[in-house]
């Protein structure tokens, strides 16, 4: 049965498509999402899938080729018609699965799961989903677990596209920066000059009423010589609002780290008691009030303790909280097992977030696009690795005390 299309299609697909996503090459992030996917639903099969105008394309799959199907063929297309997990215990026995080629082949799809990819706009991109050959459900932990990692997903999309724009924005302001001095130039000489005529023919003008007419001339033949340079000086005012004031723009506001941090912990810990990792929340302390945009900065907390449970041994301890040091802080201490093991988050912080994080590729890029984001809040990011304490993480942010106007002009130059 071939799926409705969504009540919101064309805005879906252009919101899909500002991603730039769509046949891109396989990255790690995505294929280990797949994999942790498959091991906690315990099923040989797992997809990261979206859904563009009439096809069905996997960024990440692992158990089977799932490179692209049609759309009138997916599974995911009925996904993305609501906003939580779509669960078919037995295709053969659902009218929309049941003559699919997928389903009647031998050994074909018995079940299917999937969590669709909702972005904070509201618009479902595609699935994270898992399969398996032989009809069963999913246990009410792992359809949890499912979910956190169709999060985790859709923040990866999302927090690329900020980075970009973020490096775009930077990009932009650098070069009209360097533009500031030949019109810093223009403004104090010739148009101060112009400006000056102009004032005073129309100052005599109104105290006698009477038209100066070489004044005038000179205010004309001023005037036209500049009219170019007036141009300049508007049109790079402009640029500079727009630069750092466009669509994909943080949204800067007030906000409390402690609570951020909080959501980010919640957003992750089914992920974690699918490892059998522990979670020590100690992010409950008193409000600390900071500037942020709050969905990004919940998002890129949570990729960080993704990447802390991702890189833990099973049975391991991961320990999260904010505090006052030289201004508000989160805290992500990945400790060692009493047993010797030690997790493997340092080496890749250390490559995501410090040593380049411009433009890391491979296995780290999802932590230096997160990197990106937390250099637009101002933020200072240490990190330490000692054995028997193991791996700890620190983020300090600037107090919240900047005024509206220092606002926008940092967050346009970060």
């Known amino acids: 049965m071939k799926a409705l299309l969504p009540d919101n299609e064309i805005e879906r697909l252009?919101?899909?498509?500002?991603?730039?996503?769509l046949d891109s090459p396989a990255e790690k992030d995505f294929d280990d999402i797949v994999a942790l996917a498959a091991a906690v639903c315990e099923t040989p099969?797992?997809?990261?899938?979206?859904?563009?105008a009439d096809r069905q394309w996997a960024k990440a799959g692992t158990g089977a080729d799932f490179a692209e199907t049609t759309r009138d063929l997916s599974f995911c297309a009925h996904a993305?018609?609501?906003?939580?997990?779509?669960?078919?215990?037995?295709t053969r026995k659902d009218p929309r699965f049941a003559d699919n080629p997928a389903v009647t082949a031998a050994d074909g799809i018995r079940f299917y799961a999937g969590a669709p990819l909702m972005t904070t706009d509201g618009f479902a991109l595609g699935t994270l989903c898992v399969m398996d050959v032989e009809p069963r459900r999913l246990a009410m932990d792992q359809q949890q677990s499912l979910r956190a990692l169709a999060r985790q997903v859709t923040a990866q999309l999302e927090l690329r596209r900020y980075a970009y724009a973020l490096a775009n924005t930077t990009a932009r302001l650098q070069q009209l920066e360097r533009r500031k001095d030949d019109l810093a130039g223009l403004v104090g000489g010739e148009l101060r000059s112009s400006l000056r005529l102009m004032s005073s023919y129309l100052e005599n003008l109104g105290d006698t009423g009477r038209h100066d007419a070489e004044l005038a001339d000179l205010v004309g033949r001023a005037t036209a010589?500049?009219?170019?340079?007036?141009?300049?000086?508007i049109d790079h005012l402009t640029t500079m609002a727009d630069a750092g004031l466009?669509?994909?723009?943080?949204?800067?506001?007030?906000?409390?780290?402690?609570?951020?941090?909080?959501?980010?912990?919640?957003a992750v810990r089914p992920i974690a008691a699918s490892k059998h990792i522990w979670i020590l929340n100690q992010a409950g302390g008193p409000s600390l009030p900071i500037i942020a945009d709050p969905v990004r900065l919940e998002q890129v907390l949570t990729h960080l303790l993704f990447a802390a449970v991702k890189y833990t041994p099973e049975g391991g301890r991961v320990r999260v909280g904010t505090e006052m040091e030289s201004g508000p802080a989160v805290r992500l201490d990945d400790m060692d097992l009493p047993d010797g093991l030690r997790p493997d988050l340092f080496p890749h912080l250390f490559y995501g977030t410090i040593a380049n994080?411009?433009?890391?590729p491979g296995p780290d890029r999802g932590l230096a696009v997160a990197k990106r984001i937390l250099d637009a809040h101002h933020a200072t990011v240490a990190l330490s690795d000692r054995p028997g304490d193991g791996t700890s993480l620190h983020v300090v942010f600037p107090y919240a005390d900047l005024t509206p106007t220092e606002l926008v002009h940092d967050l346009a130059v970060a």
């Open 14 to 21: 252009a919101a899909l498509y500002s991603l730039d996503i």
């Open 45 to 52: 099969m797992s997809m990261v899938s979206l859904i563009d």
């Open 80 to 90: 993305i018609l609501g906003r939580d997990l779509l669960m078919v215990p037995d």
């Open 225 to 233: 010589a500049h009219v170019r340079g007036f141009r300049e000086l």
């Open 246 to 266: 466009g669509g994909d723009s943080l949204h800067m506001r007030e906000c409390d780290l402690t609570r951020v941090t909080q959501r980010a912990v919640e």
């Open 357 to 360: 994080p411009a433009d890391v």
